[in-house]
């Protein structure tokens, strides 16, 4: 079998990101399988532990078959976070500095008591402090937004940028909220957290076992992202977005108008 250049693929994902440019794809060509992807994403992530990043959390993607449906791949992935990923709620990003952003609304968890490695998840309560609408900015460092699942997970899940809304405690159910998108006022998308893995609270069993797969263990203090539940749509600039999830609140999403736009 001919080695795959782990380093070499996480430094063309890298540079990607870096310059806002998008490559083709990899995976197919190099014969990059979803074991040797995650390799990959794990290559990826250290380069921006190297220039001082520090991991927050992790995110899961493709739990809702919107997501799945809207990508082309079937299969539930994650992704880590950095703390250079978090933008403030009510905060501003600049489109420019990314290749084709897309925003979705997701349910985020605050970590607190996890089990051991390969112990279930005991209680929900006892594993999530509290719970909060948040807004992804996902990114695909591939042409077009399109890729195959080793590409996907290679790069990091398409993990670009995150906005978490107001904690709040876990409330008794989670499984059937009503979630929207708001772009400009505008509705972009409406859901339920149903779609989430019919509950998003199996993202989180899901997330242990997957990550725990490689090693991974989530840490208390950590942010989690369930997967959004409806399709992504793109961030414009000069956009205003609201992720709204019933009972849980609003994150909020600006976008700098762009460089040749007004400035007001
Ligand atoms: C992959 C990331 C998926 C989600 O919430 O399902 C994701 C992508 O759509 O590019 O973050
Ligand atoms: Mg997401």
């Known amino acids: 079998m001919i080695g795959v250049d782990t380093a070499g693929v996480a430094e063309q994902l890298g540079a990607a990101a870096d310059t806002a440019t998008a490559i083709g794809q990899l995976a197919a060509e190099i014969g990059l399988d979803a074991e040797g992807a995650y390799a990959v994403q794990t290559a990826l992530v250290q380069r921006r532990l190297d220039r001082g990043e520090h991991l927050v959390g992790l995110k899961m993607g493709l739990t809702s078959r919107a997501k799945m449906a809207q990508v082309g791949v079937d299969e539930v992935i994650w992704g880590r976070l950095t703390d250079v990923m978090r933008v403030p709620d009510g905060g501003t990003v600049?489109?420019?500095g990314f290749i084709?952003?897309?925003v979705e609304p997701e349910v985020a968890f605050l970590l607190d008591r996890l089990p051991e490695p390969g112990e279930p998840v005991g209680s929900f309560a006892d594993a999530?402090?509290?719970?909060?609408p948040a807004i992804e900015l996902i990114d695909s460092r591939y042409a077009n937004f399109t890729f195959s699942l080793p590409d996907v997970i290679a790069d990091n899940a398409s993990a670009a940028a995150f906005v978490i809304g107001p904690w709040s405690?876990?409330?008794d159910g989670l499984d059937n909220l009503g979630v929207l998108l708001e772009v400009n006022g505008r509705v972009a998308?409406?859901?339920s957290t149903a779609a989430i893995l019919g509950d998003p609270r199996r993202a989180l069993d899901e997330g242990l076992r997957l990550a725990g797969r490689h090693g991974v263990r989530l840490r208390q203090g950590w942010v989690f992202l369930a997967g959004a539940a409806t399709a992504a749509v793109p961030l414009p600039p000069g956009a205003h977005?609201?992720?709204v999830v019933e009972k849980l609140g609003t994150a909020t999403l600006r976008s700098a108008p762009s460089?040749?736009?007004r400035h007001g």
């Open 94 to 96: 600049d489109v420019g």
């Open 241 to 243: 977005v609201r992720a």
């Open 169 to 171: 405690p876990v409330p």
């Open 100 to 102: 084709h952003p897309r």
């Open 259 to 261: 460089a040749g736009g």
């Open 128 to 132: 999530v402090r509290a719970v909060a």
């Open 189 to 191: 998308q409406v859901g």
